[in-house]
């Protein structure tokens, strides 16, 4: 597979206003979703009433949501060191977001849906943060894993949607694992000039700040970060009518990884 079918780099600085990634009906269409990052100067809004499923991660700066009857004002200085506020709303649902500081960004991830459901922020407080492959592995796999929302706490949505913190050195999406639903990976390191690399089936990617990976369903995608510099991504998984999001399927031969006490060079 080519570079650029699978790996899309945003501009850099990002462009004012919106910046499109993604599209159903363009670029990456199979991933069936539209994806793509709100640079905004204070005072600046997104207003939005798409017969579209809608997701409004805040990255960075501060906000004032707007949707149905509520208003909540959600400000965020970093993704590697804060959990995070999400919008999420179903079709029709109007939505307006006001920056309240010069340099917000709001990533936005839109898909089609006949179903509605109730629309909710997800707060820092609410975020499901866990830390997956701890005490494993020589501690080569630690990682935060947040999961914003799924199938447990939005079972109508057609969209997913969390964070991971790849640690400096240390690999993520481990043991190799796949599941025929798409998925999209969104990268930020600190500092700035780190990268890592992204492995989509047997080929493998360096990625840096501000790319983004394109992974079609059914193939793996393990992710590793460089020595001396922290990985984070962004990770939007698109249900299929015949699938929905439910578990990573391992690949066989790595499967004894999974074992908590499985003994690894030089121990075994």
């Excluded at 707060?123 to 499901?128: D, N, R, Y």
């Excluded at 400096?168 to 930020?188: A, C, D, L, N, T």
Aim: glycine share 6%; net charge negative; proline share 7%.
């Amino acid at each position: 597979m080519r570079r650029e079918e699978l790996i899309i780099s945003a501009p850099k600085p990002l462009d004012k206003g919106y910046n499109d990634i993604t599209a159903m009906d363009g670029r990456a269409s199979d991933m069936m979703m539209d994806f793509g990052i709100y640079h905004m100067d204070k005072g600046m809004e997104i207003v939005n009433e798409d017969d579209l499923e809608r997701a409004y991660l805040l990255m960075k700066g501060k906000v004032l949501y707007q949707w149905e009857s509520e208003e909540v004002e959600a400000e965020r200085v970093s993704v590697f060191e804060e959990n995070p506020w999400c919008l999420h709303v179903p079709p029709k649902t109007k939505v307006v977001i006001k920056a309240l500081a010069s340099g917000t960004e709001i990533a936005e991830q839109k898909t089609d849906n006949e179903k509605t459901f109730r629309a909710r922020l997800y707060t820092p407080e609410e975020c499901l943060s866990e830390q997956f492959g701890a005490g494993t592995l020589n501690e080569t796999a630690t990682r935060t894993v947040r999961t914003i929302f799924d199938d447990r706490n939005a079972p109508d949505a057609n969209l997913v949607m969390g964070e991971v913190i790849n640690h400096p050195g240390k690999y993520s999406s481990f043991p190799p694992h796949h599941h025929p639903q798409p998925e999209i990976y969104h990268y930020r390191f600190q500092p700035e000039n780190g990268y890592g690399y992204c492995e989509i089936g047997d080929d493998v990617f360096k990625v840096k700040n501000m790319d983004t990976s394109i992974l079609p369903g059914g193939l793996t995608h393990p992710q590793t970060a460089a020595p001396g510099y922290a990985m984070y991504y962004l990770w939007m998984i698109r249900h299929l009518e015949h699938a929905r999001f439910a578990e990573r399927i391992f690949v066989d031969e790595h499967k004894w990884l999974l074992d908590p006490e499985a003994k690894i060079w030089p121990d075994k």
